[in-house]
């Protein structure tokens, strides 16, 4: 679901890593640190956590341009929570049950209700 998320809709920080080093890159920053600090150092070694999440290369050039850098990673829960709001829209219009939708999202039957009452309201 994550991939799904429109550039538009993270946060400026994430857009502008997207910008300098590819969208997965900053999608990766997103899944394995949001919500976190995190120091780039000038330059990395293959056994650096950032090197393990998103290789080597990818981290090189990340980095490159943030290196020395100590900034928080932002969560992105509004961007989150809406691709995840369409995409249960989305289902639930091609058949999915309530309880599927609970299961493949993690939810109760309930709050899956409540998504879909709530945005048919916002239309």
Request: with cysteine.
């Amino acid at each position: 679901m994550m991939e799904h998320l429109p550039l538009e809709h993270l946060p400026p920080k994430l857009q502008e890593i997207a910008e300098y080093c590819g969208k997965r890159l900053a999608l990766l920053l997103l899944k394995h640190y949001g919500g976190g600090h995190l120091h780039i150092p000038k330059t990395i070694s293959p056994g650096h956590h950032l090197a393990e999440v998103l290789g080597l290369e990818d981290s090189r050039r990340f980095c490159e341009i943030y290196g020395g850098e100590f900034f928080h990673v932002p969560r992105a829960d509004e961007a989150l929570r809406a691709t995840r709001n369409a995409a249960i829209h989305e289902m639930r219009a091609a058949g999915a049950s309530l309880f599927e939708l609970a299961r493949r999202f993690g939810l109760t039957e309930r709050h899956i209700s409540n998504i879909l009452k709530s945005s048919n309201r916002n239309k």
